[in-house]
């Protein structure tokens, strides 16, 4: 300290640095563009200034939030989930999602925090829409009692924490701002989708027909219908009446099967070794970039071009490869599930066990064996997935999950 | 010296406590998450007038842009209205040709699964010996100004999708929104189909070896072919055309492609696609060019229009 002090001392320019760093310029925080997204689907630079703009005029900024009436979201609770940290009376605090969410999940929501890197698994990009850990069909949106549960619970086996020492006003609004998060998210994909598809000289029509009605209100609608997309439990879903030991067999004939194909991925041992090269949703889009990249350089390199077509091509090259630096994780492998473990992330009561499979991960490579749809015919009948639920929530417990003991105990003699 | 010291060290102290009490005072505090945007090139949210323009153009649904996306097509209707008389349809077709070297398919492992016994090469680029680039996708962008309903009664009330030696068949097809997709599964191993559309519902079931197959249908049409992809197995791969018109084809082995009848008379807005590239940007004609969308426009006439060879170069294509 000393040293560098005195080292400093002799430096005129240490009061420059003084000056730069005791005061970082703090402008007040935005919302950035999935730039990555925008490389890929080629949005011109005045396209991707518009895309900001109405993203704006549509879900105001950081420190400001405004909604729509179409997105049904509570405007006041948001107000206390956004802007800087503060608390101006005893017990009434704001700021609450930069207070103890976006040190992971981003500002924007875009699961780009500064902690996200060395976290495994990453942290949520709610941008897409796509939440794993929720009692709703496949495809729909969570219910805001399952962003709670979350919330109040933590993800077993993730860094993501249990906040139940919130108050309730606390966490609603929270789950309240998560869902605007998404939904900005889910329509700047709207939005670039819809610029992605103009043709040359073609504009997107700045209406409320385009903007809102086409592009904001599907987004809105599927988070307001979740209540109704929830896969019961009980009626037809109901528990078999089954001896455990019956429906444990049951379950493990079907885990093996060529009709369940759970051992595909999650290993003939259960052990999550089957097939572990794929890739969830928001990996897969980085890993396909990266892809795409690197064959563009290849063709820079390589292919015979017209001047006008290198400078274009050179231009996306250099866009997309700064967006992968900067505005992406690497991509990581989808692991399956080591069942043996005992570690449920979206819950360990039967019923959650029992909806995982039955409608698969939204966003995860773990597809469905109950019907697509409400009513249709599925691959597995409900009983069946009943059996399955019987047979993992089984695995932890069969002697070989447990290590042995001669090889758990270090003897002191051995130090 | 450590008087001089002494000094700086004051010095300093004092300017940095200044600039703690007015420098910083009033300044929000930075977001923690805030990511950086350095990449991004002069994306400033909200530069306030347009934003606000933005904002006042939604409040208000106006009907302008209906009226200035039909001004576009009234011109070329008006002029042509002498063809009609000669026929009500007309059939498009030609040849999509791949331009430069193309790169030989590479071979897949499929030794995750000992059930997937074939030997299986990458389906993702195939140039037949003369350029023909096969399972390109040509379809119609605009929306038809009328359908020939005997083509759409013609076509089958169910498409498959089949699961056969650890590769989809077929690779690329149009699904109209009318028709039944079922998802079937021909092989003694276990798959899924994953299906990511935007607009429609997405699906993701297990389809069991010997299993019944699973029924679904589209309820709206997709601006860009559907991929479906197989978690089981990573490298399989298809495409589904998904439609409301039956105005879309995709190319065969010797990249050809025929749309039979298109409503005569008016200029059409056509767009070509593939999964190596997107959009074929700039593919050529006799008498035209793509656009960097793909974007063909065509008057259709009564009878064969025939567009020749359409050159893709290969510099577009992801290899």
Redesign the interface.
């Known amino acids: 300290m000393r040293t560098i002090?005195?080292g400093?001392?002799r430096f005129t320019p240490?009061?420059a640095l003084?000056?730069l760093v005791?005061?970082?310029q703090?402008d007040?925080?935005?919302?950035?563009?999935d730039?990555v997204a925008i490389a890929e689907k080629?949005i011109p630079?005045n396209q991707?200034?518009?895309v900001?703009?109405?993203?704006?005029?549509?879900f105001g900024?950081?420190?400001d939030p405004f909604v729509?009436p179409e997105t049904g979201l509570d405007l006041a609770k948001l107000q206390m989930a956004a802007g800087?940290?503060k608390s101006d009376q005893f017990g009434h605090e704001t700021g609450l999602y930069?207070r103890h969410?976006?040190?992971?999940?981003?500002?924007?929501g875009?699961g780009?925090?500064?902690t996200a890197m060395i976290l495994n698994p990453y942290p949520r990009d709610y941008r897409q829409g796509k939440f794993k850990f929720k009692s709703t069909e496949?495809?729909a949106k969570p219910t805001d009692y399952d962003l709670e549960t979350v919330l109040r619970q933590g993800v077993q086996g993730t860094a993501m924490p249990s906040f139940a020492l919130l108050p309730d006003a606390q966490i609603d609004a929270l789950v309240e701002y998560v869902k605007y998060l998404s939904m900005r998210g889910q329509t700047e994909i709207g939005l670039t989708?819809a610029m992605?598809?103009?043709?040359?000289g073609e504009e997107l029509?700045?209406?409320?027909?385009?903007?809102?009605?086409e592009i904001l209100a599907p987004v809105a609608e599927s988070w307001q219908e979740a209540p109704d997309k929830i896969i019961p439990t009980d009626g037809d879903n109901a528990k078999p009446d089954m001896p455990k030991a019956e429906s444990i067999a049951a379950g493990e004939k079907l885990f093996y099967s060529?009709?369940?194909?759970c051992a595909?991925?999650h290993g003939w041992s259960a052990l999550g070794d089957?097939?572990t090269?794929?890739y969830d949703?928001w990996s897969k889009a980085i890993h396909e970039a990266e892809?795409?990249l690197a064959?563009?350089v290849?063709?820079l390199n390589e292919?015979e071009?017209s001047a006008e077509?290198r400078e274009a091509?050179a231009r996306h090259v250099a866009?997309l490869s700064?967006?992968l630096?900067?505005?992406a994780l690497p991509p990581r492998h989808a692991i399956p599930r080591n069942l043996r473990q005992g570690v449920y992330r979206g819950g360990r009561a039967p019923y959650d066990i029992y909806r995982r499979i039955y409608a698969?991960i939204?966003g995860a490579?773990?597809?469905?064996?109950g019907p697509?749809?409400p009513g249709?015919?599925?691959?597995?009948t409900s009983d069946e997935i009943w059996n399955l639920v019987d047979y993992v929530l089984s695995l932890p417990y069969e002697p070989i999950s447990q290590p042995p003991r001669d090889q758990r105990a270090v003897s002191r003699a051995q130090l | 010296m450590t008087q001089l010291h002494r000094v700086s060290y004051g010095f300093v102290l004092l300017a940095a406590l200044l600039v703690g009490v007015y420098g910083c005072g009033q300044k929000a505090s930075p977001p923690e998450g805030a990511p950086s945007d350095a990449s991004a090139p002069q994306v400033k949210q909200g530069e306030s007038e347009s934003a606000a323009e933005a904002e006042a153009d939604m409040a208000e649904p106006a009907e302008e842009t209906e009226e200035t996306a039909e001004e576009t097509t009234e011109e070329t209707t008006e002029e042509t209205t002498a063809d009609e008389s000669a026929g009500e349809w007309g059939t498009l077709t030609g040849r999509i040709v791949y331009e430069g070297d193309a790169p030989d398919p590479q071979p897949i492992d499929t030794s995750k699964d000992p059930n997937c016994t074939e030997k299986l090469t990458a389906e993702n680029l195939l140039v037949g010996a003369d350029g023909g680039l096969k399972n390109a996708v040509v379809m119609l962008r605009s929306d038809p100004p009328k359908v020939n309903e005997e083509l759409v009664a013609s076509e089958p009330a169910e498409v498959t999708l089949d699961n056969k030696n650890c590769r989809f068949e077929p690779h690329v097809q149009v699904v109209l929104t009318s028709q039944k997709l079922l998802l079937k599964n021909s092989d003694p191993t276990g798959h899924n189909s994953n299906l990511s559309p935007i607009k429609n519902t997405a699906i993701n079931p297990v389809l069991a070896a010997g299993g019944e197959p699973i029924e679904y249908q589209f309820s709206s049409p997709e601006a860009i072919p559907v991929r479906v992809g197989c978690n089981i197995h990573p490298w399989m791969a298809a495409f589904l055309v998904v439609r409301e018109d039956p105005y879309a084809a995709v190319t065969a082995e010797d990249g050809t492609f025929t749309i039979k009848d298109l409503p005569a008379g008016e200029e059409l807005e056509f767009r070509l696609w593939h999964e190596g590239s997107g959009y074929l940007a700039n593919a050529e004609y006799k008498g035209g060019k793509a656009d960097r969308r793909g974007t063909v426009k065509l008057k259709i006439k009564p009878g064969t229009n025939d567009l020749g060879d359409i050159k893709v170069s290969n510099t577009i294509f992801k290899n």
């Open positions: 002090l005195s400093c001392v240490c009061l003084v000056l005791g005061c970082g703090s007040p925080p935005q919302f950035t563009l730039m080629q630079a991707q200034q518009k900001a703009n109405i993203l704006e005029a549509m900024t950081p420190d729509l800087p940290v930069r969410c976006a040190h992971c999940h981003g500002t924007t875009d780009l925090g500064p496949r495809p989708d992605a598809d103009l043709s040359e029509p700045l209406t409320h027909d385009t903007l809102v009605a060529a009709k369940a194909n595909k991925c089957g097939q090269n794929d949703d892809e795409s064959s563009d290849n063709t292919a071009m077509e091509l866009l700064s967006a630096a900067t505005d698969g939204n490579p773990m597809p469905a064996v697509p749809f249709a015919p599925g691959t597995l």
